[in-house]
Nanobody
């Protein structure tokens, strides 16, 4: 069973920084795109940033210039460095990945359990 486990969330003041991590584990054969989504109270889940296995990352406009997504393929890990945080960044942040397992010859989409990020004004 593939699992995605996030860490690094917490409470920070506006203007501060946090770094989220997400580690994929299980019978992994390969990982294609990895990404971060977020869901604020009363709102739909939205894409924050994605990074393909071998290409350029993409960001939602509201975080461009403040957030940086990166990955370590050797560790099956994706990171989200969040700088200049704003109260509107408050949300549960979810890790997402397209994973091919060692027993199924196709990619499937997986989600982490989420980590809370709270930015106080």
């Amino acid at each position: 069973q593939v699992q995605l486990v996030e860490s690094g969330g917490g409470l920070v003041q506006a203007g501060g920084s946090l770094r989220l991590s997400c580690v994929a584990s299980g019978p992994i054969f390969g990982i294609n795109a990895m990404g971060w989504y977020r869901q604020a109270p009363g709102k739909q889940r939205e894409l924050v940033a994605t990074i393909p296995a071998g290409g350029n990352p993409n960001y939602v406009d509201s975080v461009k210039g403040r957030f940086t997504i990166s990955r370590d393929n050797a560790k099956d890990t994706v990171y989200l460095q969040m700088n200049s945080l704003k109260p509107e960044d408050t949300a549960v942040y979810y890790c997402n990945a397209d994973v091919r397992t060692s027993y199924l010859p196709r990619y499937q989409n997986y989600w982490g359990q989420g980590t809370q990020v709270t930015v106080s004004s």
